[in-house]
């Protein structure tokens, strides 16, 4: 059983910058590809972005290419989402989920297919 703890939300004005963290408890997260996804009010939940147990391998939405980075300290058993240049529409509730892969190689965009997931933290970006 994996426990993924989200921190690092708030409020920021649109251009600004945040990092999101994810930490995990209960197994060793170089086990597992992480993913970042986000849901905002009235809406469906979306992929943001994804990162291969290796770190070696990373997806991304095209509506936060070149603006989000995804990263992973295996050691620190965390994953981190650093967000630059933010837009309003980036806000949500970011959550970030582990699926379980022996390939250090592969990653996830599909949700439905994660094993766990955290419970979430607010990014509001005001204009």
């Known amino acids: 059983q994996v426990q993924l703890v989200e921190s690092g939300g708030g409020l920021v004005q649109a251009g600004g910058s945040l990092r999101l963290s994810c930490a995990a408890s209960?197994?060793?997260?170089?086990?597992?590809?992480m993913g970042w996804f986000r849901q905002a009010p009235g809406k469906e939940r979306e992929f943001v972005a994804t990162?291969?147990?290796?770190?070696?391998?990373?997806d991304y939405a095209d509506s936060v290419k070149g603006r989000i980075t995804i990263s992973r300290d295996n050691a620190k058993n965390a994953v981190y989402l650093q967000m630059n240049s933010l837009k309003p529409e980036d806000t949500a509730v970011y959550y970030c989920?582990?699926?379980?892969?022996?390939?250090?190689?592969?990653?996830?965009?599909?949700?439905?297919?994660?094993?766990?997931w955290g419970q979430g933290t607010q990014v509001t970006v005001s204009s």
């Open positions: 989920a582990a699926k379980y892969f022996r390939s250090p190689m592969s990653t996830m965009i599909a949700g439905a297919l994660y094993d766990y």
């Open positions: 209960g197994a060793p997260l170089n086990n597992y590809a």
């Open positions: 990162i291969s147990r290796s770190g070696w391998s990373t």
